[in-house]
């Protein structure tokens, strides 16, 4: 499911943003299928990557291609089963789960990071 600061454009916060931040279940048979698909991607760097590589721990695992994709299955303490609720899917060529709004304004709002502040306070607007 996409996070971060393209699933505040999906959710109408645009801001420039150079990598994609993605929560995925740990369970280790889906873990296991994002690898067979990451293995296809770009010059297929993530061929390198474990399941085993996906715990339960806070922190992400970064795949760079043409542009760094961070893998979360812990972000902000939440698991993607925390978040799960604030799941949608944009509807285009190729449907995307990504965090509402109100899923990213309860992981940003655990950040200290002055733009995930910024980024909370917009997102309320927004819902307003």
Partial sequence: MVAGRV???????????????????AEPG???????????????HARELLVADFGDEEGAVRVIEDFPVDLFTRIGGLRYADLEAHRK????????PYLDAEGLILLKSKSHRPQDRL??????RLGE
């Fill in 7 to 25: 699933a505040c454009a999906l959710n109408g916060h645009v801001r420039t943003t150079e990598d994609l931040d993605l929560v995925v279940d």
């Fill in 30 to 44: 889906n873990v296991r299928r994002m690898l067979d698909v990451l293995a296809g991607f770009g010059e297929g």
């Fill in 89 to 96: 899917v944009h509807d285009g060529e190729v449907e995307v």
């Fill in 119 to 124: 980024d909370v306070e917009a997102l309320h």
